[in-house]
């Protein structure tokens, strides 16, 4: 059974600070990761989705990286910024199957 | 357009009425999804359809029954709901072909209480 696991569950950060927001997959049979956005009260908006066949993926200031082997996936944030601040989570397909498994979510707070 | 769009946004309700909530995409999925949130938790799977046929039911009880008219269109009927039933029901659409990208896109979500 997929367990997805996100590590640290909040994050304060002065605004400008790079980042970085860790997961970790039980199984490494996992198909597809993606990476979400969630404001408080709202639904997910979808970030980043690496496919198992790939390492990593990039859009604007994010970047999301999996390593299979390890089990782990980080989300990178550059140059955060006040508006970055939502619950990130992360969510990997098990393979074979249409159920999305998610972590837990970090909570992160940029500063102004 | 990549719109996941939930009706409604809000919904109050008694342990005694029976309600629907209504989930719609146009961007040719076939593979819809209902889950539920509760505060500070992350989402649950309730529902998967495939095809406009049910693939996953996650032992989810009666009083939550989903349906699937057509393949743009999701609803789920709510009858004698308990107040822990109260959270944040979401939508999510993507394609079902697994050897491609298969993103799921997020509506807004309905805000349910039981009172």
């Known amino acids: 059974k997929q367990e997805v696991t996100q590590i640290p569950a909040a994050l304060s950060v002065p605004e400008g600070e790079n980042l970085v927001l860790n997961c970790s997959f039980t199984?490494?049979?996992?198909?597809?990761l993606q990476w979400f956005r969630q404001d408080p009260g709202k639904g997910l908006t979808s970030l980043l989705l690496?496919?198992?066949?790939?390492r990593e993926q990039t859009s604007g200031r994010l970047n999301a990286s999996l390593d299979k082997s390890s089990g782990r996936s980080t989300l990178y944030i550059a140059a955060s910024q006040p508006g970055d601040s939502a619950t990130y989570l992360c969510a990997g397909f098990q393979g074979g199957s249409e159920k999305l498994v998610f972590g837990k979510g970090t909570k992160l707070t940029v500063n102004p | 357009d990549t719109e996941v769009t939930q009706t409604p946004k809000h919904l109050v309700m008694g342990m005694t009425n029976k309600k629907s909530l209504k989930c719609e995409q146009h961007?040719?999925?076939?593979?819809m999804y209902w889950y539920k949130q509760k505060a500070k938790k992350p989402p649950e799977l309730m529902f998967v359809?495939?095809?406009?046929?049910?693939?996953i039911n996650e032992s989810v009880p009666s009083r939550f029954s989903p349906e699937c008219p057509n393949s743009s269109l999701l609803n789920l009927h709510l009858h004698a709901l308990q107040p822990e039933d109260s959270a944040l029901y979401l939508c999510a659409s993507s394609h079902t072909d697994r050897q491609a990208k298969n993103i799921q896109y997020f509506g807004a979500g309905t805000r349910l209480s039981v009172l």
């Open positions: 359809y495939s095809y406009e046929k049910l693939s």
């Open positions: 199984d490494s049979a996992i198909y597809n």
């Open positions: 690496i496919q198992s066949s790939q």
């Open positions: 961007m040719g999925h076939r593979a």
